[in-house]
């Protein structure tokens, strides 16, 4: 019997090998005239700190959910390591959280039978104080008021199942490829069918999704169990809850079908739960911001920008680990090669962007001089691909500097769709807190690599998904456009495109995003 001993990658390195293909690699490039960007190229290519940076990064310090101890040791090595380069860095407060530190968390069935779970407690979430048994509902079916509170009263001391239970965790790109088209069709009908049940259910509890947890809190509920499957195998969103003593976790979509089918054939499903985590308090909460001082027109800017806080089901490898990678090897590369630019560089690793944009917002708000003064900002956020795809925020003149700045770099680093004059952003990212005030504040956003369906807030943004040689190449490119933004001798004009284009979901005129307030506080963000 033929056994393959070669692993995955060795099979991939085969695979292009026969088709006669090379990996591109930038040592192949033709040199570049000018001889800071050849500086930035070789110091990145040849002397790359990516690697180390991300593995101290996502596997040393891991995930960052704003208000946790993870988050706060993020800020002080990221200072720490700036000084190390010799700029000037500081954690800049803009408020303050609820802190919350993550324990262990252990789920087991043990009736009708005995299995350990994939299941993690969501963010902020408050643990079981100890181990803690009880049997697994539902929601209610659909009834009267007697009936809604028979099961409130049930649910006392019980695990709740809070989410939609899929009919099937096989990604669909399988049913269509195995099965045949009746039974695609059926399995569509069966789902739509189970969720008009479900929502029927929800509206049984008079409350919604959003408040069920909070509700439950109220009524005694051991826990709320929650399930959000992306559509792929093993791969679920972990998010967080506010509520105040009751435990919130987040189950495998295969492991919470399980416990749904369970308890609605009456077969008795009892969790025993031990999740620790504890409250700290109010803590403050930071914006990381390093500074290379320009030495002509220092009171105008150039911004590099990237969330440093993540949700933590994972590690926050490519959201944001990779961005804040990207922008970290990028003022070291400009601190070796352009260390006296002409504008002064800031970069901005900002806090709780998942929570609103709140860490650039409040920076926008307490330095009306850098927006009002600023040359250019790039961000970048989305994944760990090669940069794809940059847009020019509806800004009239902004595509005649991008493509200028763009021609100074190398040609693998250049294959990137310019959107001119694009759209104004309208709170996707931590650019928009910058581009409702009219600021040239670009997006840089990478290739798919499928981060909305498997990394993207979800139990695997890991480090293993990473593609270095992509956070390389985008650090670079990154630094050449800082440079040649600083070196033009013009300012990025504001003069925004009228009319906007419509919009292809409301068939009506775009319409420029208002700059909003920054949540500065938990009770803001519990209050929203």
């Known amino acids: ?52 940076l991300l593995q101290v990064l996502l596997d040393s310090v891991g995930p960052r959910l704003t208000g946790t101890p993870q988050k706060d040791a993020s800020h002080e090595w990221l200072v720490r390591l700036y000084e190390s380069w010799g700029m000037e860095a500081r954690n800049e407060p803009y408020g303050t959280w609820k802190g919350w530190e993550r324990g262990i968390a252990h789920v087991d069935l043990i009736e009708p039978r005995v299995a350990t779970l994939d299941a993690t407690l969501v963010g902020w979430s408050p643990g079981t104080e100890g181990p803690v048994e009880g049997p697994v509902v539902g929601l209610p079916a659909p009834g009267g008021p007697e009936a809604l509170e028979q099961w409130r009263q049930a649910v006392g001391g019980a695990w709740v ?3 939609f239970p899929e009919p099937t965790c096989r990604p669909p790109e399988q049913w269509l ?17 189970a969720i008009a049940q479900w929502e029927r259910r929800l509206e049984a509890t008079r409350q919604t999704q959003g408040s069920l947890d909070v509700w439950l809190e109220g009524a005694g509920a051991a826990g709320l169990l929650t399930s959000s499957w992306t559509g792929g195998y093993g791969v679920r969103r972990v998010f967080g809850t506010t509520t105040e003593r009751l435990p919130v976790l987040s189950l495998s979509c295969e492991d919470y079908g399980l416990l749904h089918r369970l308890a609605d054939h009456g077969q008795g499903p009892v969790l025993r739960v031990n999740a620790e985590a504890r409250f700290t308090g109010e803590v403050p909460v930071f914006n990381t911001i390093a500074t290379i001082p320009g030495s002509e027109r220092p009171e105008e800017y150039i911004l590099l920008s990237a969330h440093l806080d993540s949700w933590d089901g994972a590690q926050g490898a490519t959201d944001n680990g990779t961005g804040t990678i990207v922008m970290v090897e990028a003022m070291r590369l400009l601190r070796a090669a352009y260390p006296h630019p002409k504008r002064t560089i800031i970069v901005g690793h900002w806090g709780s962007e998942e929570q609103g944009l709140n ?14 003064n600023l040359q250019a900002l790039f961000n970048q956020d989305n994944g760990t691909g090669r940069i794809a795809r940059v847009g020019m925020q509806g800004l009239a003149d902004a595509g005649d500097h991008f493509r200028g700045w763009l021609a100074a770099a190398p040609d693998h680093l ?73 070196e033009d001798p013009d300012r990025v004009g504001r003069q925004r495109v009228e009319p906007l284009p419509l919009d292809e979901r409301t068939g ?3 319409r420029w995003p208002q700059c909003r307030l920054p949540m500065r506080s938990w009770e803001a963000y519990d209050r929203r």
């Open 414 to 486: 250049t294959d990137l769709e310019i959107e001119d004059p694009g759209t104004p952003g309208g709170g996707g990212s931590d650019y928009a807190a910058f581009t409702c005030a009219g600021a040239p504040a670009f997006g840089l956003w990478s290739e798919s690599w499928d981060y909305g369906r498997y990394t993207w807030h979800t139990n695997l943004d890991t480090f293993d998904k990473v593609a270095v040689d992509n956070v390389r190449d985008n650090a670079i490119l990154v630094a050449i456009l800082t440079y040649m933004a600083s």
């Open 508 to 510: 009506q005129p775009m």
């Open 161 to 163: 199942l809070g989410s």
């Open 359 to 372: 860490g650039s917002r409040a920076f926008a708000a307490d330095h009306p001089d850098v927006v009002e």
């Open 1 to 52: 019997m033929f056994t393959n001993r070669m692993g995955p990658l060795a099979l991939l390195a085969a695979a292009v090998l026969v088709s006669g293909r090379a990996l591109p690699i930038g040592a192949q490039e033709p040199a570049v005239a000018d001889p800071v960007v050849d500086a930035i190229v070789e110091e990145g290519m040849e002397r790359s700190q990516v690697y180390p």
């Open 177 to 193: 490829e195995f099965s045949d088209e009746q039974t695609v069709a059926g399995l569509a009908t069966r789902r739509d069918s």
